[in-house]
């Protein structure tokens, strides 16, 4: 059975309040859930989703979005997060993003995330403007909740830390991409990585960019065997 969005949305201020938070996650005995994805606009590499469930007696301070932290303070607060609350990750790959479409890989990595927790839910808050449909629980939509909401930015850290060490190792099987710097996004240097080298197997073929890569490097090599 699907619920879907919730009927009632929960009220959050534009910062997050514990005091707030607290009173949410007691009504739902404990069972609030915050969801977040990390990689959606990449040219490579995965997209991570993290469920997070707080202990609201333990919260480490100074939970907020990840792209406002700096790579360090993630490392700690990463490490805090995973010792006193309930986390799982999931993620789709570059095939699956390109069989599915970005949306529809990041949503269904939601619903694996939440469903692999050790705690099953009660109630789920998601950063942005979607609620999955395959969620068995009621489902609330937060835009910039990962800034609003402490479960929230617990799973926006999570989600940026394991993708972001996911593309540090995958520099060791395709190397010359930069992968471990940029890790997998647009830059000039991602960019004349994939003008020299055309897309790796690691690559989404269906973002433009990596698509007119692969043309023209396609071109090129037809051009020098002719």
């Known amino acids: 059975m699907t ?35 990390a990689g959606r606009g990449p040219w490579a590499g995965p997209v991570v989703t993290a469920a997070v469930i707080l202990d609201y007696d333990n919260v480490p301070d100074g939970l907020d979005d990840s792209k406002k932290l700096t790579e360090a303070r993630r490392e700690e607060l990463f490490g805090q997060i995973v010792s006193t609350a309930r986390v799982c990750t999931a993620s789709a790959s570059p095939a699956t993003i390109d069989r599915l479409n970005i949306r529809a890989a990041t949503l269904s990595a939601m619903v694996r995330a939440v469903n692999g927790l050790s705690q099953v839910p009660a109630y789920v808050l998601v950063d942005g403007r979607d609620v999955p449909r395959e969620l068995k629980q009621q489902g609330q939509a937060l835009v910039k909740g990962d800034g609003r909401c402490l479960c929230i930015a617990a799973a926006s850290i999570v989600a940026k830390v394991t993708r972001d060490r996911m593309m540090v190792r995958l520099e060791e099987h395709a190397s010359g991409y930069g992968f471990a710097r940029h890790k997998g996004y647009g830059v000039p240097q991602h960019q004349e990585a994939l003008d020299r080298l055309g897309p790796s197997p690691h690559h989404r073929m269906s973002f433009k960019p990596v698509r007119l890569a692969a043309v023209e490097k396609n071109r090129a090599s037809k051009v020098r065997h002719e």
Do not use: T
């Not at 959050?12 to 977040?36: K, T, Y």
């Open 3 to 37: 619920f879907g969005p919730s009927l009632f949305d929960l009220p959050f201020p534009e910062s997050p309040d514990l005091w707030i938070e607290q009173r949410h996650a007691a009504s739902f005995h404990g069972g609030l859930c915050g969801v977040d994805e």
